[in-house]
């Protein structure tokens, strides 16, 4: 089996009972020129098999290029003259792992919600934002730092990304997968008037969902979340405009080739989104 391999991770025990129980290594094969990266070969490692659900002992891993290309036990392969080596004896290599529900622009701080608890007047959402840019990169880092080397950024204001629009982040951080603003049928009060900053896109008719859909699709992004959860999720009664708009974000996403999230928190709506075909269902359904 021939795997994508973007970065790899070896985990060393700690002595120390109850506390952390291992070390993350984060090997970055990135910063090596081809010529390097032509054959790696991980020695004696313990290989994490969580689809089997168990561990592989005193293994070597041969990585040619950008590809894992062989795992076996040691001495089966054959390490040739001029090989890069990495000694993995005590250690655990694992893979990579995936934050699969992430907003970039909030750092889940006490100012984070204004919409639900009322400190915009002293600390501006513009403000939060602009704080939480300037930390990116740390955050980014620290995601590495515990083996995750995907994110999946649910909803982030356009303007919170800058270079690149396909949102892809260099060696030092993970691969992220960015939706853009998040959709939805009215933006809580806190966020509305923001302008670049808004973290929301009101949509209130199918032919507004298809033309924000579409915008989403020319910054090629990869899904486009719909957050009912801000609007049709607070009323007793299903706003039969509201599902219109449910279904346009659904079929124009496909039809733009994107991946459709949908944030709610009603079992009904949770229903309609999953007969209309949504990819990702977010939420605790009630």
Do not use: W
């Amino acid at each position: 089996m021939v795997n994508y391999l973007h970065k790899i991770y070896i985990m060393k025990p700690n002595v120390k009972p109850f506390i952390k129980l291992g070390l993350f290594f984060l090997l970055a094969f990135s910063f090596f020129n081809q010529a390097a990266l032509a054959q790696v070969f991980i020695t004696h490692v313990n290989v994490v098999d969580p689809i089997h659900q168990k561990i592989l002992t005193d293994q070597t891993v041969k990585i040619q290029g950008t590809l894992i290309d062989t795992l076996g036990p040691a001495g089966t392969l054959v390490v040739p003259e001029g090989a890069q080596v990495v000694e993995g004896k005590d250690k655990f290599l694992i893979p990579s792992m995936t934050d699969g529900a992430v907003q970039l622009f909030s750092d889940g701080g006490f100012s984070s919600r204004p919409d639900q608890l009322a400190v915009s007047t002293q600390v501006p959402v513009q403000s939060e934002i602009e704080k939480n840019k300037l930390g990116l990169k740390d955050v980014l880092r620290r995601y590495l730092d515990v083996g995750i080397t995907s994110v999946f950024d649910l909803g982030t204001p356009g303007s919170f990304f800058t270079g690149n629009d396909s949102v892809q982040s260099g060696p030092a951080s993970p691969d992220i997968l960015g939706a853009g603003p998040l959709l939805c049928y009215q933006v809580p009060t806190a966020f509305k008037n923001l302008g670049k900053y808004g973290p929301f896109v009101e949509v209130h008719s199918p032919a507004q969902a298809i033309r924000e859909v579409s915008e989403v699709a020319s910054h090629h992004r990869g899904f486009v979340t719909l957050d009912m959860a801000c609007s049709i999720d607070s009323e007793a009664r299903e706003d039969s405009e509201q599902l219109a708009v449910l279904k346009a974000v659904i079929t124009e996403g496909h039809e733009k080739g994107l991946k459709v999230a949908v944030l709610t928190t009603r079992e009904t709506n949770a229903q309609s989104a999953v007969e209309y075909g949504c990819d990702y269902l977010i939420g605790d359904i009630a």
